[in-house]
């Protein structure tokens, strides 16, 4: 049986057609907050869901440099922000049931979301339908993220 699995910006929506453009910043910038809804079509549920950043490979690169050197930038500035929750790199929240409170996001950074080996599993807190357990997205269920 094939599983698709949904990443979209709204509530069960349309998926994102990859890759999904954020927007251009410069150097000091904040982007908006970008909500991310996943779920999937399965009969039961998927377990053991993380998350990871990896360099861009799918096709054309649209970037300032490199994939590798950007991928590089973003995880370097996560370093240097940690642990502050504001700065550079690339911010996450799970914690939808709490309404994503600010001291909520973490920053993607070396050892924390860098590779798969330290990937970042699936909160409980950020299930927002289906039974609420950590790293499971149940059939029927979804996950709610903010970037």
Do not use: K
Not at 60 to 74: K, N, T, W
């Amino acid at each position: 049986m094939t599983v698709s699995i949904r990443i979209s910006s709204t509530s069960f929506g349309t998926p994102y057609s990859l890759p999904e453009y954020a927007g251009t910043l410069s150097p000091g910038d904040q982007s908006s907050v970008i909500n991310t809804y996943i779920s999937h079509d399965g009969t039961v549920e998927i377990t053991n869901c993380s998350f990871y950043l990896l360099p861009y490979s799918a096709g054309i690169y649209l970037g300032a440099i490199s994939p590798q050197d950007d991928y590089d930038l973003i995880i370097g500035w996560g370093d240097n922000s940690y642990p502050a929750v504001s700065g550079g790199g690339l911010y996450i929240n799970q914690n939808a049931s709490g309404g994503f409170p600010s001291g909520d996001y973490e920053v993607i950074r070396t050892g924390f979301g860098d590779t798969l080996g330290t990937a970042i599993p699936l909160s409980v807190n950020s299930i927002v339908s289906g039974a609420a357990v950590a790293g499971e997205i149940a059939s029927g269920g979804e996950a709610h993220l903010c970037w």
